[in-house]
């Protein structure tokens, strides 16, 4: 099933995306207001055309409105960004996907009816500072403002123990939902698994308990 994607400015982040769709195959129509990002993206995406996205008539003329889902990553420029946003809006695209700049710009994307908004650069320092903590936090996915899901290896703290022996659910407020063993996955971890060193387990709370739980149990363990 082949999608049809529009981004909306090819910096390093729309560019990136822009990329990697056209890599995995799908129909991508790339548009910048500058000349030399299109030049670029000519040979890459499925059509790369130079546009002034805040002006309603030339996304008419651009036939956005047959485009699936169209990710805005207009950064620097957020009078531009929200524009864009709501002209795509008016002319009832399904899916929007738009880059905030800040929480303020993304109120106002919200507000508009953006469906997804993101802060690449926000999301993936908090990811490097909690893999900086500890080596053994393998990644960091937001779910809301204070609830998160991370994933972390077991280190010498957790090796040889079941999750009744850790207690992670009680002591911690967190969940483990997942730990994958090599290429395994196990969904639906018993209490009575053991746990061995470098298993992957994908834990679920709040960002408090999380907090705790990655301070006591994941630390690394050159540190213990
Ligand atoms: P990044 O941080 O992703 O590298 P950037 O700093 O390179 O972004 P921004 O200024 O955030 O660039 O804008 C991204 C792109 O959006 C630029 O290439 C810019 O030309 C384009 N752009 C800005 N305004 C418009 C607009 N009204 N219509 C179409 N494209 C636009």
Known sequence: MKKEFAVIGLGRFGGSICLELSREGMDVLAIDINEDKVEE????????VIADTTDERV????????????IVAIGDNI???ILT????????IRKITVKAQ?????????????????????DMGRRIAHNIMSSNVLDYLELSDDHSVVEVKAGERMAGKTLIDLDIR???GCNVVAIKKGKEVNVSPMATEIIERGDILIVI??????????KQLVIDDDED
């Open 79 to 81: 009078q531009s960004s």
């Open 102 to 122: 800040n929480e303020h710009h993304e109120k106002i994307l919200k507000k508009i009816g953006a469906d997804f908004v993101v802060h690449p650069e926000r």
């Open 59 to 70: 996304l008419k003329e651009l036939g956005i409105r047959n485009v699936d889902h169209v």
């Open 205 to 214: 709370g709040a960002d408090i308990d999380i907090s705790r739980f990655e």
């Open 170 to 172: 009680a002591k911690y």
């Open 41 to 48: 993206f000519k040979d890459i995406a499925s059509h790369a």
């Open 85 to 92: 946003t709501l002209m795509l809006k008016e002319l009832g």
